[in-house]
Nanobody, 115 residues
């Protein structure tokens, strides 16, 4: 059963922008804090940003001022607008609840930033 589907990744140059999308089932989306995570090669998966049902957001220090998380309830979609991308942002990006639920991990979307 597919619960989340991430999209929007790609290969970009440093300084470029991307917008990631995460379409989630209503069961997941409606009453929960949603989050974006990322996992770089050889590293653990890290929390990037969260957004509550009321729209309150929080960000990892490494992306503050560059990334913006948002949610569209009607579309059951969470977005991650990423500006001024850096090579260290290269990772597979996932969405999930916060705290994450093991069964809800999707395939993720690859973001590669070249210098």
């Amino acid at each position: 059963q597919v619960r989340v589907v991430e999209s929007g990744g790609g290969l970009v140059q440093a300084g470029d922008s991307l917008r990631l999308s995460c379409a989630a089932s209503m069961m997941i989306f409606r009453f929960n804090v949603m989050a974006w995570y990322r996992q770089a090669p050889g590293k653990e998966r890290d929390l990037v940003a969260t957004i509550t049902t009321g729209g309150t957001t929080n960000y990892a220090d490494s992306v503050k001022g560059r990334f913006t998380i948002s949610r569209d309830t009607a579309k059951r979609t969470v977005y991650l607008q990423m500006n001024n991308l850096k090579p260290e942002d290269t990772a597979v990006y996932y969405c999930n609840l916060q705290p994450a639920v093991a069964d809800y991990w999707g395939q993720g979307t690859q973001v590669t930033v070249s210098s």
